[in-house]
């Protein structure tokens, strides 16, 4: 029964991916930055203020710039775990013979997947205790710490997903890389530009008294992008003027939770289709 659900692609990954000096490397640059970044928010709010103390107003504003840097990790560094998962082996000439083996493509797939996710959770797991200044200060609600933890793993599975994808379907590391990292301007960058020109064509037919047809888009814009999720459930006010301005009232993580979960689905199933397609194409 246990070797129904073993997958020895997956322990192979993960003890190649946690032995690996860059990948203890990496995640010494990952505490550093964040480190970094909380004495020197901790020097400037107690220091060259004159305040010399904190207060739970600064906890917070503390945990929203921490959470959100984190997120901008979580995305910059994601692609470069796993679009080179597959590509990588090809370059390597080891594709063909991992193919022959027993394993499924789903096997190798998920494989892949889990190694790289699995790290990235060390990771967030790693910088906890910095977050434990938090607490210590005041400010946060528990129900915040979890929820943001849990937009953290959804959004690097659906982020690894589309790299094994790209990964999968394309023969070059650099090319998988390009497109990963297009992939995530445009969730993080491009939504973001999408939305604030819905509001403003929003605002402009409100001043015209006419109906626009742009609100319900406007908000898929704003739904699938991480950091406007990121805002909303630092700052629930803003989620309540969000509904207000595009008029409606369906909550943004709902969207949000639907659309990742459907596009991990979908490139999970692109790169398992695609996989065993690109050897018999190479044959």
Known sequence: MMDRFSNPVLLKELKLRFRAFKSFSGLMFYLAVLCIFVAGFLLIRTQFTGTNFFRPDDSFTMFAVLSVLQMGLVMFITPGLTAGAISTEREKQTLNILLTTTQSSTQIIIGKLLSSVAFLVLML???????SLVFLFGG???SQ????????LITLVAIG?????????????????????GAMIFLG???AFFFFMGVSMEQMSM???TVTPFAPITYFWASINPGALMVTILYPEMANSLESVVGISLPIWVVYLIFYILLTVFCLFVAIRKL???MKTNR
Not at 125 to 131: K, R, S
Not at 145 to 152: M, N, Q, S
Not at 164 to 178: A, D, G, L, Q
């Open 125 to 131: 797991l790693a910088g906890l205790p910095l977050y």
């Open 140 to 142: 946060v609600s528990p």
């Open 145 to 152: 710490f979890v929820t943001i933890f849990l937009l953290y």
């Open 161 to 181: 997903s589309i790299g094994i994808m790209f990964s999968t379907i394309t023969k070059k590391t650099i090319v998988s890389m390009i497109a990963t990292y």
């Open 189 to 191: 960058g491009i939504t």
């Open 207 to 209: 001043g015209m008294s």
């Open 276 to 278: 065993r397609a690109n």
